[in-house]
């Protein structure tokens, strides 16, 4: 499996990982279980996706059962925005290592640049973007270097290998350089030929910072969510159905190639056994110089994950 390896610590993050995002609590043990029998070594998690107990059930099976070793599988959790003060981030970093069972965590990300009133875990957790009233976001006036320097204890403490920032564009990377003693080694952004990023994947690039992209297939995690704006599919564009018909393979791989081809990361996900085969499977074809500019032309601005449209203060941050 190809892999990306980390400038500081040189630890090899896969090209091809599995995401968790909507992941149902009920399936995921068995569906984690099953990706690593599949070969997935890579799983992406997330505090607020609210399955990390259920995801940490799955590797712990799987290594009871002799598929892998902890030290083969590199796990990413990410830090809620309602900790960001330095008095929570360690706390929460240590009850997310608990409900996944290990000891540490390859790679743990800053969520969201937006630090948001602080929620007691012990009464809601996640907690999401809403208050206790389901409809208020209330921020908090935590600056990221409070919160970075909270995180580098997590490095110094062993309970994370690496660290690195999400949905973050190059103005605050460059300010988290300017006082980061563990510079960010993985920046995770939205990243699909509606929204190519191509100013910022150079930066981070330049800054040898890793890229993971997710939403890969645009629009299609945002339907049943309401959030797809009216795009049109990815997955049934003409522009990449005809390059998945050139190489006999599927949309889903395309779109995946179209992004590990320039080694920047993708951690789809799907609860179907061969379509979850056939993402891992997707290096295995090139792209032309043809084809991506083919794919390139897609290019609208359009961006689905927009802390903008969860409440009219947060379009600051868009």
């Known amino acids: 499996m190809t892999s990306i390896a980390l400038a500081r610590t040189g630890q ?29 070594r890579l799983f992406d998690g997330a505090g607020d996706y609210g399955n990390e107990k259920e995801a940490g059930e799955g590797v712990r099976r799987a290594l009871q ?4 070793k902890r030290e083969e599988l590199f796990i990413t959790s990410k830090l809620w925005n309602t900790f960001h003060a330095k008095e929570h981030v360690k ?25 948001l009133q602080y929620v007691d875990p012990a009464e809601r957790y996640p907690p999401e973007w809403f208050g206790a009233d389901g409809k208020t976001v209330t921020t908090q006036d935590t600056p990221m270097q409070e919160t970075w320097q909270a995180m580098e204890e997590l490095v110094d403490a062993g309970q994370a290998k690496n660290i690195g920032l999400s949905n ?11 006082y980061a003693r563990y510079k960010p080694q993985v920046l995770q952004v939205e990243l699909h030929p509606y929204l190519q990023q191509d100013a910022l994947v150079a930066l981070a690039k330049t800054l040898k910072i890793a890229i993971t992209a997710y939403s890969s297939f645009g ?3 945002y339907v049943e969510l ?17 390059l998945a018909n050139k190489y006999n393979k599927t949309t889903a791989q395309v779109l995946l190639r179209w992004a590990t081809q320039r080694e920047i990361a993708v951690v789809p996900k799907s609860n179907n056994h061969e379509r979850l085969v056939q993402n891992l499977d997707s290096e295995s074809f090139d792209l032309t110089p043809d084809d991506f500019k083919a794919l390139s032309r897609l290019e609208c601005g359009l961006r689905l994950n927009d802390p903008a449209d969860i409440s009219p203060f947060l379009a600051i941050f868009a």
Do not use: E
């Open 12 to 40: 090899k993050m896969p090209l091809v990982g599995f995401g968790l995002w909507k992941v149902t609590k009920s399936t995921c043990a068995d569906t984690v279980y099953n990706a690593i029998k599949a070969g997935y």
């Open 65 to 68: 059962d002799g598929l892998v």
């Open 91 to 115: 706390a929460l970093a240590t009850k997310q290592l608990g409900l996944w069972g290990i000891d540490y965590f390859d790679l743990f990300l800053v969520h969201f640049p937006i630090a």
């Open 168 to 178: 973050s564009q190059g103005s605050l990377i460059l300010d988290v350089l300017r």
């Open 219 to 221: 629009p299609a995690s």
């Open 226 to 242: 309401s959030m797809d704006r009216g795009a049109g599919s990815l997955l049934t564009h003409d522009a990449v159905t005809s």
